[in-house]
């Protein structure tokens, strides 16, 4: 008898157990998926607020921007972050399948930064001539005022936001094919970094241990290296906003989360890792 | 001392020996060290040359595959179960393959895209897209269509495979049949502007079914078959709502004409028109359209869309002359040997004619999270706006028939004089009575789709037309007075009163 109750009592705490752990709370999950110029942001943005908000988990994952886009119109992440605006053709795909537009949040602002190694003489490029350099029209960096060496040329791959946005902005052309694709902005700065004649471009948050070569608008106009100063008064030429892309307006953990990257203290952040505030 | 000169001696010679045999051996390991960096220098030279190997040929495998990031394969499988309502449906119900799809698109060079989607439907393989798309790479705003490609309107460019219903609106269907048409298009839309201009020549009878006296399509290949190109345009703008949702708004216009085929070209109210011994005449296919899309915001995506068109539809006649003599027959008449012909002249003509119309959808869509869409869709086409319903299989042309018969009478100059009295008689047919071709209908559809991925899609439907009663149960009208029957359900619909012809569609779809 005695047994059976011990029997029936553990039985019972077991259910109790079981049932606490089934009407436990949920950990609230915010997918962020996309741009890998905005990889490292996402992470710390994720990461100082999960320590505020421990009910809470942000996964966030690279990939470039196209693949973000994907990703949300497939419905694989809630949120995407994005180097470039969502295209007309995407926009039109988000329509069809959710019967909505999509969200746009400007979250950042962002100078593409062109990277030259630290033993290279030349300081200074016009958009003009990283237009012909990155379409292979200029190879030798004696055309621009440096040695007489094959230039080499570092860039992202297709999915880059940054890729899409350097193409239709500087480049105005098809990439040169001599133009090697790397994965992520980081790996375009090591390959700069160990290639005395190479050039590449990236994201200003990524540019530790290469030049930063300064950028005319065309031959009459100064030229300015990316910083907060030269982005915030329009100067730098090649500038441009991060964006966080969601399907529907965001509500709820979502909403939370949105409303804090957007405040004094998400925007602080972005200021830490080597962006640019929105406001 | 001798002893201690030994010893020295001794230990003198074996340390010759210990630093000869030293050397020697530092010699041999030397020459062991040497050939060993040999071996070594050419272990490294032959990798060395390997590596080169491997990235030349990684070099020619990433050219390789820089080429075939330059086609995009996509495609869709849309497989159904339909259940017919209808009281004359035989079977009732079928499983049907509706599309089979592969898209292929190849840039060779940036700006110049080529596309081809054959459909592998079985029994009706159809290639529907193919065409070539050339994009300005200066402004980024001028494309260049040349080829087979959608017509410029909204629920034609709107893919099956993203509509929230089964099929298109019944106006849609009527005056854009296959959607397709054959022809080139420019298409203005500025970057980061949300406007775009579409303006289109197309050959004008693409999908189109035109039978000959004998009912045989004419039409099968959709080869044009007169000079006239027929104008297409469409314009749109999008208004963004703030984070709340858009609006979009456009227009669209159809100025087009085709051969008439007939010898007569009715008004919409069956009325004489003209008359022309020319049936190379061009009868008119003008219409506009207005469309809009509201998107909104509320608790998920929500969308209403809509369209209103309106104008004239030509539909072509035929025209055939038929020439049959009679056997000869022979008679002695007054010592004159006579032989006498029939020779009768048939035409069968059926007028072309030029009905007014009308037509317009709405759609209200909701998304419910990510995966579950309701739409709801109501949607009116009257072909024949000149014709009220009452009139439909009373309002008819008929030339009458008419009947000339002319003697001549001729000699051969023979002897015995032989003389041939040849007649003719012309017989004209010449008749279109209104019927299903004027019928209206308002139809509703209902249906749910679950989006298990974003490769798989289930939608449920179903369709509900609703007919106006036409104003005789007679033939050609689509009535049940023919009574024939087959498989026990009766071969046609009595349009005198309204029919069920609800379907219910369960369809799979597979996007990749």
Request: hydrophobic share 35%.
């Amino acid at each position: 008898m005695k047994k059976l109750k011990t029997k029936s009592g553990m039985a019972a705490m077991l259910m109790i157990a079981l049932l606490s752990f089934a009407f436990m709370p949920a950990p609230k999950k915010i997918t962020v998926k996309g741009s890998d110029t905005m990889v490292i942001l996402a992470q710390k943005w994720a990461e100082v607020y999960m320590k505020s908000h421990q009910e809470t988990v942000i996964q966030v994952t690279g990939g470039g921007s196209g693949t973000g886009i994907s990703a949300l119109i497939n419905g694989a992440t809630d949120i995407c972050n994005s180097s470039r605006p969502m295209k007309q053709s995407e926009m039109d795909k988000l329509k069809d399948r959710y019967a909505s537009l999509g969200i746009e949040i400007p979250c950042a602002k962002d100078g593409v930064t062109i990277f030259l190694n630290e033993a290279n003489p030349v300081k200074e490029l016009t958009i003009k001539q990283l237009s012909n350099i990155f379409s292979g029209k200029t190879r030798n960096w004696k055309e621009v005022g440096g040695p007489d060496q094959d230039i080499k040329l570092y860039g992202r791959e297709n999915s880059s936001g940054t890729y899409v946005f350097f193409k239709d902005n500087v480049v105005k052309a098809d990439y040169a094919a001599s133009c090697q694709t790397l994965p992520g902005t980081a790996a375009v700065v090591n390959a700069v970094s160990k290639d005395k004649y190479g050039i590449g471009y990236g994201g200003a948050a990524y540019a530790a241990g290469v030049k930063h070569c300064a950028v005319k608008k065309d031959d009459k106009s100064p030229a300015f290296v990316a910083n907060a100063e030269t982005i915030k008064k329009g100067q730098y030429p090649i500038t441009r906003f991060l964006y966080m892309y969601l399907c529907n307006r965001p509500t709820g953990e979502l909403k939370a989360y949105i409303d804090w990257i957007l405040s004094a203290e998400g925007q602080k952040l972005v200021t830490e890792i080597g962006y640019f505030p929105v406001k | 001392m001798r002893r201690q000169t030994n010893i020295l001696l001794t230990v003198g010679l074996i340390l010759t020996m210990v630093v000869l045999s030293t050397g020697i051996l530092a010699q041999n390991q030397m020459e062991e060290f040497k050939k060993e960096q040999d071996t070594l220098k050419e272990s490294v030279g032959t990798l060395r040359d390997k590596v080169s190997g491997v990235e030349e040929r990684i070099a020619t495998a990433e050219g390789d595959l820089a080429k075939l990031t330059k086609i995009k394969l996509s495609g869709y499988i849309q497989s159904q179960f339909l259940h017919y309502e209808a009281s004359n449906a035989y079977p009732s119900n079928v499983f049907m393959l509706r599309r089979v799809r592969i898209k292929f698109q190849y840039e060779p060079l940036n700006g110049v895209v080529f596309v081809l989607q054959p459909d592998f439907v079985p029994g009706n393989f159809t290639l529907k897209d193919a065409y070539v798309q050339l994009n300005d790479r200066w402004l980024k705003t001028f494309s260049l269509w040349a080829g087979k490609f959608n017509r410029p309107n909204y629920e034609v460019e709107y893919s099956s495979s993203s509509r929230e219903v089964p099929e298109r609106s019944r106006v849609i269907r009527a005056i854009y049949p296959d959607e397709r048409a054959t022809g080139a298009k420019l298409e203005i839309a500025p970057p980061g502007i949300p406007f775009k201009v579409q303006l289109a020549l197309f050959n004008g009878n693409d999908g189109l079914t035109i039978n000959d006296a004998a009912g045989n399509n004419i039409n099968p290949l959709n080869n044009d078959f007169d000079n006239h190109k027929d104008v297409m345009g469409r314009v749109t703008y999008t208004f963004k709502l703030g984070q709340i949702g858009a609006l979009g708004i456009g227009a669209h216009g159809y100025y087009g004409k085709i051969k008439s085929n007939a010898l007569d070209v009715l008004n919409s109210d069956y009325t004489y028109n003209k008359t022309t011994d020319n049936i190379g005449q061009l009868i008119r296919k003008n219409w506009v359209g207005f469309e809009a899309q509201l998107y909104f915001d509320f608790l998920g995506g929500l969308a209403l869309k809509g369209e209103y068109i309106f104008g004239v539809n030509g539909t072509p006649g035929y025209t055939a002359k038929t020439s049959v003599v009679s056997p000869m027959t022979s008679a002695i008449r007054n010592d004159t040997l006579t032989l006498t012909t029939l020779t009768t002249n048939t035409t069968t003509s059926r007028p072309a004619i030029e009905r007014n119309f009308c037509g317009y959808y709405i759609y209200l869509i909701k998304n419910i999270g990510k995966h579950h869409q309701v739409a709801a869709r109501y949607d009116y086409y009257d072909p024949n706006t000149k014709l009220a319903s009452d009139q439909i299989g009373v309002a008819k042309w008929d030339a009458g028939i008419k009947n000339a018969t002319t003697d001549k009478f001729t000699y051969a100059g023979t002897d015995p004089v032989v003389a041939t009295d040849a007649q003719t008689k012309t017989v004209v047919n010449n008749n279109l009575k209104s019927g299903t071709g004027d019928i209206k209908y308002q139809t509703i559809t209902l249906a749910y789709s679950y989006f298990f991925d974003d490769n798989i899609k289930i939608m449920v439907g179903y369709e509900i037309p609703m007919n106006k009663k036409v104003g005789v149960n007679d033939l050609g009208v689509g009535n049940v007075t023919a009574a024939y029957a087959v498989n026990g359900v009766p071969g046609v619909y009595d349009y005198s009163n309204a029919i069920k012809q609800n379907t219910l569609t369960v369809r799979l779809q597979v996007k990749f």
